[in-house]
């Protein structure tokens, strides 16, 4: 037994020791979680809608309640996940994550019914999200990174963005030759070994490994922060809560959340009706996610160049302009790359709120500050599915999301450019 414990604790202690900075593995670790919970993504589940709708007799207003209440239902749990984030680490929040989300789609392939499916997703959805590509893999960033926080939290979308752009190529796949249910069960089987590197090669701060953030000196690290308590000091709640500039964040985030997801829920039903093939449409999806997910880590390189205010106001404008081209072009001509476009300049909206989060909370409360939003975060995403599908089901048109988005873009510049680089007293 004593043999046993000792393997196990060399083990648990043992990490690589790699000729570069650990931080670049923990984030290339991250990108493993990342594909393992895009399986039951929003954004796949709303590539894939049609594949499940139609095998289980469903229209789309029923898969986009289930994306509803399953982000939803993560939300709440992300400032319990955040504090427990700052305090405990994600090696074993993550690795635990992992084995749930794998065995839970498994599960989620066999279901016969809407109560199963409904139940099985928001549970697995739940887990994956704020453990697997949000929240965690942003506070890892956080804390292994300084001078290159926003580059590095961009790099985690990078992540998130290619394992659902994957997912949503795989499932389509298997779905066309076998079944949906065959492509899931075959996602969660994979995801369940590769819950291993995770547990092996995940820590929770460069000092685990004897470095320092950026992988410089600590004199380094505290010369390039905005003082030594926002690198040191821990904000309670109450403090973080007190300042005006996470007030703008929030509600920034949530309106441009909203109603991107609102909108890239239904691309692929919009190219479907207008003409496109089901495979057609997941691949313009998926290319235009791609091209996204590369533009992120360039924005974020941006952010730490210049400030995070000023390119999230370019970027808002960027995803105006395509916004209002949809109700102005032909679906059935221009659509496909109007879609590869649109999804290519809004892929960085989802972590602009964590980069503006990053320029306030020092490492030891950014996963605190980042679970205080996660509600409404994930509030916005969860109605931007349900709330697209009703509104193109009573206008008959799609005009009216599009619409939506171009002036959801605009409130967004507004409260962005209201931030300000204050430090919580």
Request: proline share 4%.
């Amino acid at each position: 037994m004593n043999r046993l414990a000792r393997v196990v604790y060399k083990l648990y202690t043992w990490h690589p020791h790699p000729p570069f900075f650990y931080g670049w593995l923990v984030l290339g670790i991250a990108a493993t979680g990342a594909f393992i919970a895009a399986g039951v993504a929003q954004t796949v589940l709303g590539g894939v809608q049609d594949l499940i709708a139609g095998d289980m007799g469903w229209d789309r207003k029923t898969i986009a309640l289930a994306a509803t209440l399953g982000t939803w239902v993560s939300g709440l749990t992300m400032p319990f996940i955040g504090k427990l984030v700052d305090r405990f680490g994600p090696r074993w929040m993550m690795t635990f994550a992992a084995l749930f989300v794998g065995i839970g789609i498994v599960g989620l392939s066999g279901s016969q019914n809407a109560l199963q499916f409904f139940f099985l997703y928001i549970a697995v959805r739940a887990i994956a999200g704020p453990n697997l590509q949000n929240l965690i893999p942003r506070t890892v960033a956080v804390n292994f990174f300084q001078r290159r926080r926003n580059l590095a939290i961009g790099i985690t979308s990078l992540n998130r963005i290619f394992g659902e752009s994957a997912n949503i190529q795989i499932i389509t796949a298997i779905s066309n030759a076998y079944s949906w249910r065959v492509a899931y069960r075959s996602l969660g089987l994979i995801a369940i070994p590769l819950s291993l590197p995770i547990w092996l090669l995940m820590r929770h701060k460069p000092e685990d490994v004897g470095q320092s953030q950026d992988g410089t000196s600590a004199e380094d690290t505290t010369a390039h922060s905005l003082s030594a308590k926002n690198l040191n000091g821990h904000w309670s709640v109450r403090e973080i809560l007190s300042l005006p500039s996470f007030w703008f964040i929030l509600a920034g985030e949530f309106i441009a959340v909203s109603v991107t997801s609102m909108v890239i829920f239904q691309l692929v039903p919009y190219l479907v009706d207008g003409g496109a093939s089901q495979v057609a449409a997941a691949g313009a999806l998926t290319l235009g996610n791609l091209l996204g997910g590369v533009s992120v880590p360039i924005w974020g390189w941006l952010t730490d160049k210049f400030t995070t205010k000023k390119i999230a106001a370019l970027t808002m404008v960027c995803a105006l302009a395509p916004s209002v081209l949809f109700t102005v072009t032909d679906s059935g001509t221009f659509g496909i790359s109007l879609v590869v476009i649109w999804t290519m300049v809004t892929g960085v909206i989802f972590v602009l709120g964590s980069m503006m989060l990053g320029s306030l909370f020092n490492r030891t409360s950014f996963g605190t500050a980042t679970g205080l939003t996660g509600p409404s975060r994930t509030a916005a995403m969860g109605l931007g599915p349900t709330a697209g599908a009703y509104f193109v089901g009573w206008t008959g048109s799609y005009d009216s999301i599009f619409l939506a988005a171009a002036i959801g873009y605009l409130f967004v510049i507004l409260l962005y450019s209201s931030v300000r680089n204050e430090i919580p007293q």
